[in-house]
């Protein structure tokens, strides 16, 4: 489990310090901000469908406790700021679907990898990805919303600058 740790600690840390590749699409404020939302959102959704069920839950020791917390509060909103940003390229629609199609099986394929390895428990007889995929394209729409709302707003209370590129 300690490996598994320290990989996670690995890959948080390169997609925290990938993060300063994103000014060339966004404000560093919004980067924050957007950031902040994501963790929220991925978080949120992660322990909505947990909580109250017993269909997947973190196991009760110190290591998958951190490794889950890093997977929803850094990995997932960090690779959702990328698919955003590929939002915001001139990509063709099919790329653009693409990539949202990707972030979303590879979250659900990363779940139950963490299933696989004992991060995450699960008391029910099966797992079902569907209910996964539902909540990550959940989490993806309303990101994207969010995205494009908040330039306007930001520009609006003179907190970016309107530079024609972001």
Same mark, same amino acid.
């Given at each position: 489990?300690?490996?598994?740790?320290?990989?996670?600690?690995?890959?948080?840390?390169?997609?925290? /310090?990938?993060?300063?590749?994103?000014?060339?699409?966004?404000?560093?404020?919004?980067?924050?901000? +957007? /950031?902040?939302?994501?963790?929220?959102?991925?978080?949120?959704?992660?322990?909505?469908?947990?909580?109250?069920?017993?269909?997947?839950?973190?196991?009760?020791?110190?290591?998958?406790?951190?490794?889950?917390?890093?997977?929803?509060?850094?990995?997932?909103?960090?690779? +959702?700021?990328?698919?955003?940003?590929?939002?915001?390229?001139?990509?063709?629609?099919?790329?653009?679907?693409?990539?949202?199609?990707?972030?979303?099986?590879?979250?659900?394929?990363?779940?139950?990898?963490?299933?696989?390895?004992?991060?995450?428990?699960?008391?029910?007889?099966?797992?079902?990805?569907?209910?996964?995929?539902?909540?990550?394209?959940?989490?993806?729409?309303?990101?994207?919303?969010?995205?494009?709302?908040?330039?306007?707003?930001?520009?609006?209370?003179?907190?970016?600058?309107?530079?024609?590129?972001?």
């Amino acid at each position: 489990m300690i490996i598994i740790f320290i990989l996670f600690l690995m890959v948080s840390t390169l997609l925290l /310090f990938s993060l300063k590749y994103l000014k060339k699409r966004f404000d560093p404020f919004e980067i924050f901000i +957007l /950031f902040m939302f994501n963790s929220y959102n991925c978080q949120n959704f992660f322990y909505l469908l947990s909580s109250p069920y017993d269909r997947i839950t973190v196991v009760k020791e110190h290591l998958p406790f951190w490794i889950s917390r890093m997977q929803y509060g850094i990995i997932f909103p960090v690779l +959702l700021l990328w698919v955003m940003y590929a939002m915001r390229g001139k990509m063709t629609l099919s790329r653009k679907l693409f990539t949202c199609f990707s972030w979303v099986v590879g979250g659900v394929l990363i779940e139950k990898l963490l299933l696989v390895i004992g991060v995450l428990d699960s008391k029910s007889e099966s797992w079902y990805p569907s209910i996964d995929l539902v909540l990550s394209m959940i989490v993806l729409v309303t990101s994207i919303f969010f995205m494009e709302i908040l330039p306007p707003i930001l520009k609006k209370e003179k907190v970016i600058r309107d530079e024609g590129n972001i």
